[in-house]
């Protein structure tokens, strides 16, 4: 074990190393490897023009070849409002300066907006993989709205070079009906194209905030939102790392009635350990067939360590990687590069395995 990572874990190192998952032991999942491409997705129905994209995804970067995925994500522009995104750092108002994060980073794709991608297409879509997110929160409805809309097509994104297309869908909103009609459209158009899909499966309601407990990160809540995203056709299904559990069981409390739950799903699937957690989240991804990548999460005091602990829970639960963004574009380029190869490293790192 390098010590430089069991360092930055500190005080969650034992408990995040030596961790050994029970409820669903490791042989029954389909983990990452070098030959995940021909393993999974040639058996299925995706053409090969999706085949060739999944391969050059894995086939970049630092952790090419191994199975493993590390996305730079930079839409929060849209998402949270470009001042208040790049204030920190005004440098990544320029997309061209987001997509030499992404290179000089060693990451496998860059995911961003229409605008960001298509300004910069012609200099580099050959040189890493473009993903393109095509659908977002717009943040200015006043009062402030939480929806997802689609800013642009998927031949668009096709015509620019993409290599794989982001959406997102609000699961449990009132809007994710439409959502989900509309997405799983633009899935199916994306494979017919022979670009790869890519699904943020958040949930989104006002009520999953319960008795002071935040039910958005239930592993429950958002291992069901992840089945729901595999339904549609996701290859690669983005979830933010589960905090607790149990939002099933908050939610059909005091008379109501919400949803389907059997109590196996938390003594016999689960156990409040975060590996464990995760490890739920990517049962629900057809046992791995779909690539579970967990978000960094927003920047802060201690960046490093953050994300050095998430990639360990991710790996060792059984996922495919990180997509991390505001950690590293909110600070200088030599320091956002350094923190996307510590998260790269845990990776890289042979004694880092599977619990």
């Known amino acids: 074990m390098k010590t430089s990572i069991k360092d930055l874990l500190g005080s969650q190192a034992d408990s995040l190393l030596g961790h050994t998952c029970k409820a669903v032991p490791k042989e029954t999942l389909h983990l990452p ?9 040639v058996q299925s129905d995706r053409n090969p023009r999706v085949l060739v994209n999944l391969e050059r995804m894995f086939g970049t970067g630092r952790l090419a070849n191994t199975g493993y995925l590390s996305i730079l994500p930079v839409d929060q522009g849209i998402e949270h409002s470009a001042g208040a995104s790049f204030a920190k ?4 108002f320029d997309p061209e300066n987001i997509v030499k994060l992404a290179i000089d980073g060693g990451c496998n794709a860059v995911a961003s907006t229409f605008g960001v991608l ?7 879509a050959h040189k890493i993989p473009f993903m393109v997110t095509i659908n977002h929160n717009e943040l200015m409805t006043y009062p402030n709205k939480h929806d997802q809309i689609l800013f642009g097509s998927v031949k668009e994104a096709y015509e620019l070079g993409a290599a794989a297309i982001g959406a997102t869908v609000y699961f449990g909103s009132p809007e994710s009906g439409r959502q989900i009609v509309e997405i799983a459209h633009a899935f199916a158009l994306a494979h ?6 890519v699904l943020w499966c958040y949930i989104r309601n006002n009520a999953f905030k319960k008795d ?15 089945h729901l995203g595999v339904t549609i056709e996701a290859d690669i299904i983005k979830q933010k790392l589960p905090e607790n559990n149990g939002g099933f069981k ?11 739950l059997d109590e196996r799903m938390y003594t016999d699937l689960a156990s409040d350990h975060p590996i464990d957690l995760c490890r739920y989240q990517i049962l629900n991804c057809y046992n791995g067939r779909a690539g579970l990548i967990n978000s960094g999460g927003a920047s802060g005091a201690n960046d490093m360590q953050e994300a050095v602990a998430t990639a360990v829970i991710n790996k060792r639960a059984g996922g495919m990687g990180l997509i991390s963004g505001r950690k590293a574009f909110q ?3 030599a320091e956002g590069v350094k923190l996307l190869h510590a ?13």
């Open 331 to 333: 600070r200088p380029l």
């Open 250 to 260: 908050a939610l059909n409390m005091g008379g109501s009635s919400y949803g389907k």
């Open 343 to 355: 998260i790269q490293d845990v990776y890289l790192d042979k004694t880092v395995t599977i619990a």
């Open 33 to 41: 490897g070098p030959d995940f491409v021909d393993r999974i997705f």
């Open 192 to 197: 017919e194209l022979g670009m790869a899909t």
């Open 118 to 124: 298509g300004m910069t297409a012609r200099k580099y």
């Open 212 to 226: 002071g407990v935040d039910y958005h990160v239930a592993a429950d809540l958002t291992g069901q939102a992840n």
């Open 89 to 92: 750092n005004p440098a990544y």
